[in-house]
């Protein structure tokens, strides 16, 4: 399958001092947007006045309002039941951050999805979310980071014409571990998941089996793939080995034990275990030397992060993957 190399790059947990020291002071306050307006949502998606390119929103939840960076293509506007990707953060990051970082964008472009940012809680350094045993505030908070992106999806699917079937989810580091968490308890509402360096922090009991494609690093030594201690990422314990959480969606996805190889360029080998149940698939993407970093990515601060493979990007492969799956 050809994919494309798309640049970006992620900060996560790993590294949330080092980072603080140099980004924290150009770190955005958080704003609350007025809301964009919309016509009698539920109508025709060409007929609302929302235009193409970036729109902050807020998504009210306990009293308060979480935010959301939106990205709409040129190529959506008009359009009806536009799928919708959702790019979850790291620890320590924000969402515009993961959009500059992901260049998701440009294949939102080229494909016509819309793209959601949302953010987690708000910490000393940056957000982070609540998606089990992991991670830093939105974990000790208790924070409710399903309710939220449901929220989400519902108001996207209302104001933006998004199809409710066609709505995924991808991270990285604790952003991958909210994804697991979205796929296993809102799998009523998320298609498909794209987790990067993260795994399953939570009792996994999803309704259906859900599509996943794995991007992990051999020395990633932020979230290492035999599992461990990462003190700096503000777990509860040590994290699950990569192959726990394979195995975990192998099995829950009804999925035959062998895979056969459906990629592979220089570091980059892609296994994919189907047909699952429900048509479901799981693919790995194993990234040979590549650090805790987004394949294709900028190689931005390797010391830390270690190696960024350009030999796949991520964000190409993971929407090819995608558009390949719908909730029936």
Not at 219 to 233: E, I, Q, V, Y
Request: proline content about 9%; some cysteine; aromatic content about 8%.
């Amino acid at each position: 399958m050809a994919r494309a190399t798309i640049p970006i790059h992620h900060l996560g947990a790993l590294v949330l001092a080092v980072w603080a020291g140099g980004a924290a002071a150009v770190c955005p306050a958080a704003t609350v947007p007025a809301r964009p307006p919309t016509v009698n949502p539920g109508s025709d998606p060409a007929a609302k006045p929302f235009k193409p390119g970036n729109q902050d929103i807020t998504i009210p939840q306990a009293g308060k309002g979480r935010d959301c960076r939106l990205y709409v293509p040129a190529s959506a506007v008009g359009k009806a039941k536009i799928p919708l990707v959702i790019v979850l953060h790291g620890g320590g990051g924000w969402g515009s951050q993961i959009e500059g970082m992901s260049r998701m964008d440009p294949v939102a472009d080229a494909n016509g999805f819309i793209v959601a940012y949302p953010n987690g809680t708000k910490g000393m350094l940056g957000y982070t979310w609540n998606g089990g045993d992991c991670c830093g505030v939105a974990m000790n908070k208790g924070t409710d980071d399903i309710t939220f992106i449901s929220s989400l999806i519902d108001r996207l699917v209302a104001d933006y014409g998004v199809d409710p079937a066609r709505v995924y989810a991808t991270g990285i580091s604790n952003g991958a571990i909210m994804s697991h968490r979205l796929a296993c308890d809102l799998s009523d509402k998320i298609a498909a998941i794209a987790p990067i360096a993260g795994a399953i922090m939570v009792d996994c009991k999803p309704a259906r089996p859900v599509p996943v494609i794995f991007f992990h690093g051999t020395m990633d030594k932020g979230m290492p793939p035999a599992g461990g201690m990462n003190k700096r990422a503000g777990s509860r314990g040590p994290f699950p080995p990569l192959s726990k959480s394979i195995q975990t969606w192998l099995k829950l996805d009804r999925c035959p034990s062998e895979g056969k190889q459906s990629y592979r360029k220089g570091e980059v080998t892609c296994t994919t275990y189907g047909p699952c149940g429900d048509s479901a698939e799981v693919e790995y993407c194993k990234i040979d030397g590549g650090g805790h970093t987004w394949p294709g990515g900028k190689p931005d601060f390797e010391r830390a992060l270690g190696h960024t493979t350009q030999d796949i990007s991520a964000s190409a492969a993971m929407w090819e993957f995608f558009s390949r799956h719908s909730i029936k």
